[in-house]
């Protein structure tokens, strides 16, 4: 990776897209806390990050529950470690469950629910939180088609609800399009940034957050269009890879 | 709740009914095969391998007046003591090893060389050195058992410790867990079936080496019975002994299954 360099406004959600091996999912490891930089810095605010904290939750492709832990002791992991009282974990918790859709499953463990239930899970335990900046590395990658459809309505119900600053990393143009106010668009060999793709100016004018569904906004002209102008930023640098 | 957690390896009730059947057919073709070769057919001598009535003598014998200095029930529980003891000290002793050195490179390096040099030496062959150290009471040979325990506790700890999903450990980083908390909270349970397994494998070696530990020397315990029966040519003795050790170690077995389903409810 070689001279990324961007910065995520607050309550900003911003994915990045790029081909594998461009090094995104390093980037967001760096920003976790989890990997580090050998030159340049990440900062949250004023600070510079020199490890993992729970003010940059990640929400990982594998879930990463906990299988020893019930849904509602998952949840409630991070506020656990924090050492919130016993009260206020209970109320977040079942705030959470509720916004998630988890009702009626606070004590079954991991293992007995659905992939998408329990990247929901999953969720919940970040956004429990409230990081800074929550940080998600390909959440729905290892979700069927329809499952990961319906999660990606639910994160941007969620965000509506509860705005965060969010950093998405992805490999679908569509996924980062439909959710992102910014796409950052990142080339391989060197990782670098290919061009940043604003979401939100086009969103607004043509008013996609009136449409209920996602198949109704990728209908709509301006989607496509942004999405082809995407695509043909990484088709390029494949071509010329190619060659 | 999403349901209870399912068994899964059991298969259909049907299954399950036909495959017990067998399992039962089996012991009753072994104990009609035992007291037709041993009895009527006169296939084997007594003095070799005993019959039923034979066994049964022997077992009432060992009840009531008692053999090589005690009843059965004295033998069983010295010999349950000596396992019990070794066992627990395997336990509380090998399994923060391994975790030790499973999360510490430093201690790893010091410990594993000294443990690679020991564990060839089979525990046995260190009955005649702890004779010497303990004499032939029950330190010795509770030494022994807690030898032979001691590194399939540890190794399977140091090992399901190692193997912890890195994920997992990334995870709870990223929440807020501190080096204490991730030990406690993930590394640990997240090591607990593999540390299960080790137990088993240590409760075993713990019933081999007491056998072979009271033969070398005791007073009482189930090992002492075969001794004594062979000088006094009892093959009924020697076979009530034997059988005793396997009920024994199977039960314990089933019991050890019983707490890790206690302690490792998450497991599929």
């Known amino acids: ?243 | 709740m999403a349901g209870s957690p399912r068994s899964p390896g059991r298969g259909a009730p049907r299954a399950r009914v036909q495959r017990s059947a067998v399992a039962a057919g089996l012991v009753v073709a072994l104990l009609a095969a035992w007291y037709l070769t041993t009895g009527p057919l006169e296939l084997v001598n007594s003095l070799q391998f005993p019959s039923p009535d034979d066994a049964y003598e022997a077992l009432r014998q060992l009840t009531s007046p008692g053999y090589a200095g005690a009843t059965l029930a004295r033998h069983i529980a010295d010999s349950l003591a000596l396992v019990g003891l070794g066992f627990v000290a395997a336990t509380l002793t090998g399994i923060p090893l391994g975790i030790l050195m499973g999360s510490s490179r430093l201690a790893e390096a010091y410990i594993n060389p000294v443990f690679q040099l020991i564990r060839p030496i089979a525990p046995i062959a260190w009955i005649p050195l702890t004779i010497l150290w303990f004499g032939l009471g029950t330190a010795a040979k509770v030494f022994v058992v807690w030898l032979a325990a001691f590194s399939p506790a540890a190794i399977n700890a140091f090992t399901g410790v190692r193997n912890v999903d890195p994920v997992l450990i990334a995870a709870a980083r990223v929440h807020g867990a501190s080096a204490r908390q991730v030990l406690s909270q993930v590394v640990i349970p997240a090591s607990l079936p593999t540390i299960f397994t080790g137990l088993r494998v240590s409760l075993q070696a713990c019933w081999m080496v007491l056998v072979a530990a009271e033969l070398v020397g005791s007073f009482a315990g189930l090992g002492h019975i075969m001794i004594i029966a062979t000088r006094d040519l009892n093959s009924g003795m020697i076979f009530v002994a034997m059988a005793c050790v396997a009920l024994l170690g199977v039960a314990l077995s089933v019991a050890l299954a019983w707490v890790e389903r206690w302690a490792v409810p998450w497991r599929r």
């Open chain 1, 1 to 243: 990776m070689d001279e990324v360099s961007f910065v995520v406004a607050e309550r900003e959600f911003v994915a990045i897209v790029g081909p594998s091996g461009c090094g995104k999912t390093t980037l967001l490891r760096m920003a976790a806390g989890l990997d580090f930089p050998t030159g340049g810095a990440v900062r949250v605010g004023d600070r510079q990050i020199d490890g993992p904290g729970s003010d940059r939750a990640v929400v990982f492709q594998q879930f990463a529950l906990f299988p020893w832990k019930t849904v509602a002791d998952n949840i409630a992991f991070g506020l656990k470690c924090r050492g919130t009282a016993e009260s206020a974990r209970q109320e977040i918790v079942s705030h959470y469950v509720a916004l998630m859709g988890l009702q009626g499953y606070e004590r079954a463990f991991p293992h007995q629910l659905s992939g998408g239930m329990q990247q929901r899970v999953a969720i919940a335990r970040s956004y429990a939180l409230e990081p800074s900046v929550l940080l998600m590395d390909e959440p729905f990658g290892a979700l069927d088609a329809q499952t990961r459809v319906g999660m990606q309505e639910e994160l941007v119900r969620l965000s509506r609800i509860n705005p965060r600053t969010v950093l998405f990393i992805t490999h679908s143009v569509e996924e980062a399009v439909y959710l992102a106010d910014r796409v950052v668009v990142m080339t391989r060999r060197p990782g670098r940034i290919r061009e940043i793709v604003e979401v939100t100016p086009v969103r607004r004018r043509e008013g996609w957050d009136a449409c209920e569904r996602i198949e109704d906004v990728m209908d709509q002209e301006s989607f496509v269009h942004l999405r082809t102008h995407i695509w043909k930023l990484l088709r390029e640098q494949h071509g010329a890879s190619a060659h």
